[in-house]
């Protein structure tokens, strides 16, 4: 005969010894549980902040205080553009969350950045308008930025060069000049931030990319584009035919 195999009785539990704990359900799993089982994108904009907010051990509460404080700025870009100041003064918010939101912006815009360091930019230039806008769309001044690239169109380094007001920044072409030269750079893409969110061009604008694309010249280093950033858009000089 064939033995037949029967079923083992359960193990009794040691006094003292808890039961084995159920996996939560989708819908009461707290936000961090919900990542780690679904990805982020299910995830509400409250929720996703909540998960860097570390004041209060309830997590209702958390989510409470996000939510709070997205309206109080506005919106999510607003709330990224806050300083540390107005950003811990909201309740249950601090520095150490402030803090976390800055360091995850950064470590995006070098994700980004090491993206385009293996591509082509003439190729890719949604791949270059991504970029800057993580970079450069929710900075409260004026700022002034450059991608150097090689003889391969890869990009070597993206610098800010000049940091302005709220409405202009001084460029001066011989500081442009002389970090191309010390990057060994053969190409140039510029771009800079209206804080104002419109993105149409001023006639500084372009005097300005004439200005460096003659200086440039001269060291054999030729300017591919100026790319202005506002809020969701990003108008291309070289698109327009400008250059």
Same mark, same amino acid.
């Given at each position: 005969?064939?033995?037949?195999?029967?079923?083992?009785?359960?193990?009794?539990?040691?006094?003292?010894?808890?039961?084995?704990?159920?996996?939560?359900?989708?819908?009461?799993?707290?936000?961090?549980?919900?990542? *780690?089982?679904?990805?982020?994108?299910?995830?509400?904009?409250? !929720?996703?902040?909540? *998960?860097?907010? #570390?004041?209060?051990?309830?997590?209702?509460?958390?989510?409470?205080?996000?939510?709070?404080?997205?309206?109080?700025?506005?919106?999510?870009?607003?709330?990224?553009?806050?300083?540390?100041?107005?950003?811990?003064?909201?309740?249950?918010?601090?520095?150490?969350?402030?803090?976390? *939101? #800055?360091?995850?912006?950064?470590?995006?815009?070098?994700?980004?950045?090491?993206?385009?360091?293996?591509?082509?930019?003439?190729?890719?230039?949604?791949?270059? #308008?991504?970029?800057?806008?993580?970079?450069?769309?929710?900075?409260?001044? !004026?700022?002034?930025?450059?991608?150097?690239?090689?003889?391969?169109?890869?990009?070597?380094?993206?610098?800010?060069?000049?940091?302005?007001? *709220?409405?202009?920044?001084?460029?001066?072409?011989?500081?442009?000049?002389?970090?191309?030269?010390?990057?060994?750079?053969?190409?140039?893409?510029?771009?800079?931030?209206?804080?104002?969110?419109?993105?149409?061009?001023?006639?500084?604008?372009?005097?300005?990319?004439?200005?460096?694309?003659?200086?440039?010249?001269?060291?054999?280093?030729?300017?591919?584009?100026?790319?202005?950033?506002?809020?969701?858009?990003?108008?291309?000089?070289?698109?327009?035919?400008?250059?």
């Amino acid at each position: 005969m064939r033995p037949i195999d029967l079923p083992c009785p359960p193990r009794a539990r040691s006094k003292g010894q808890r039961a084995p704990r159920k996996p939560p359900s989708r819908r009461n799993a707290t936000p961090q549980q919900r990542l *780690l089982l679904l990805g982020p994108e299910p995830l509400a904009d409250a !929720e996703l902040l909540s *998960l860097m907010l #570390q004041n209060s051990h309830r997590v209702s509460d958390r989510i409470t205080h996000a939510q709070e404080a997205i309206w109080h700025f506005g919106g999510l870009s607003a709330l990224l553009r806050s300083d540390a100041g107005s950003f811990s003064a909201r309740p249950g918010l601090s520095p150490s969350g402030w803090v976390a *939101l #800055q360091a995850a912006r950064e470590l995006l815009r070098r994700s980004a950045l090491e993206h385009l360091q293996d591509t082509d930019v003439l190729s890719s230039p949604a791949l270059v #308008q991504e970029f800057l806008g993580h970079w450069l769309r929710d900075r409260p001044a !004026e700022c002034f930025a450059g991608l150097f690239v090689d003889n391969r169109n890869r990009v070597i380094a993206a610098l800010e060069l000049f940091r302005g007001t *709220l409405n202009q920044t001084a460029v001066y072409p011989r500081e442009v000049a002389r970090a191309a030269l010390r990057l060994n750079a053969a190409a140039v893409i510029f771009a800079h931030n209206h804080p104002s969110g419109i993105a149409e061009p001023s006639q500084a604008d372009r005097l300005l990319t004439d200005a460096l694309r003659r200086a440039l010249a001269q060291i054999d280093v030729t300017v591919l584009d100026h790319l202005i950033v506002a809020g969701n858009r990003c108008v291309s000089f070289a698109e327009r035919g400008w250059l």
